[in-house]
């Protein structure tokens, strides 16, 4: 995943707070944006923030998101309004031996830019199928492509990865000394991380689906949230 | 769960795309929220949105947020700036028959407001208290609480839970009519969802820990990421 082009930050791609968790290689945003299928996209909105959650795709350093022509935030995008799109993963919680030093281990990948609308017929149905392919690989041949009226009611938008930053968090927890068991200390409070992941459950077909019909390789080795 | 006050949609906190997901019941909004351990916090900057996750505690219908004093988020969000809090569960991918109606299961608040900086100490105290418990139950009275030096490097905001939204998401594709099997369909296409939940690992102790200390029960036993 080691990419040629460094994230070279702006003024507000640089990663102020916790400064040490920032990565600066490109490999790294695309694996943080690659293990996902979920963002939360920001929009101003008469003047005032609105952040909802949004499937997306990727294909080289465009970000593909896609929406209702009729939703608000994807209207604003699309109109030019500038936007913020964060990628999170939650790996592990991280238990100090105070309440300040309690943390959480994550992966966290923010873009920041104005979305270009996809007119183009073609790159439409890249946008499409990049974000099939990144909530469900293998659909989109498995299963009928959109039709001409699909296409109509759907905005897709293209937000170039030029503005990123990718923060990283891993380890146990960076207590005070001053909270380190002393030697001999008989009851020393418990420190580390309880690490989680995602992991899928058994497949459950439509009522509609005719009895018998095999749970596709696509549905039953599907591998979530692979690990940084 | 079920509350006695519901929710009163705002002109923006009234779900636009996909109403019939909406839920207005008020005990809908603190299971989302209290399910959670990070929220996406957008504030305006410089005219732009800027979303990044972010740690939160519920009391009543206040919800805590905090951060580094240092934070230009936080920061605008202390001085009043219009804040959006989102809170996001995926519990699985709807597999359809179509491309289009490939979606996911989710539970979804939005919170909209203006942020309060919480300065009373004591209310500081039990800000830190519930954003610390949301993370790590039981570690607020088993480790060390906030210093005079924390307490200050630490900022506390409390937004009320008066204009919110929730969406949940539950059940199978919403096909259309027409790409359902025809009755001897040899090879109909597999639609359903593919469930997946959250579950967590063996505990990592600290590197710096005595051995031998045991892993106690608000980490061992901890549950996670419960179901709606």
Redesign the interface.
């Known amino acids: 995943m080691v990419s040629a082009t460094p994230l070279s930050p702006t003024p ?1 791609s640089t990663v ?2 916790g400064a040490k968790r920032a990565r600066t290689d490109r490999g790294d945003l695309y694996a943080v944006l690659d293990a996902g ?2 963002g ?14 949004t ?1 997306y795709g990727r294909s080289d350093d465009t970000l593909y998101l896609h ?2 022509t ?3 935030t994807l209207r604003a995008a699309t109109a030019g309004a ?5 990628v ?1 993963h ?1 790996d ?2 991280v ?6 030093h ?1 943390s ?1 281990n ?1 992966r ?1 990948a ?1 873009v ?1 830019g104005t979305a270009r609308p996809v007119t183009d017929p073609d790159e439409k149905l890249l946008g ?1 199928q990049v974000l ?1 392919e990144q ?2 690989p293998g ?2 041949t ?6 001409r009226k ?1 296409l109509a009611a ?1 905005a897709v938008l293209a937000l170039d990865l030029a503005e990123a930053s990718v923060k990283i968090r891993t380890g ?2 960076g ?1 005070d000394e001053a ?3 002393a030697p001999g ?1 008989s009851d ?23 009895v018998g ?4 390789g696509r ?1 039953r080795n ?1 591998a ?1 949230s692979p690990p940084a």
């Open positions: 507000r102020r707070r299928l979920v939360h996209l920001a929009v101003v909105l008469d003047g005032a923030p609105v952040v909802l959650p499937g929406g209702s009729g939703a608000g500038p936007v913020c799109f964060t999170t939650l592990g919680v238990y100090a031996r105070s309440a300040f309690h959480l994550y966290c923010v920041h499409l099939t909530l469900a659909s989109w498995a299963t009928r492509q959109p039709d699909e759907t146990p927890p207590d909270d380190l068991a200390d020393p409070v418990w420190a580390g991380v309880l690490p989680f992941r995602t992991v899928s459950g058994t497949p459950e077909p439509c009522p509609l689906l005719p019909v095999p749970v596709p549905v599907r979530l």
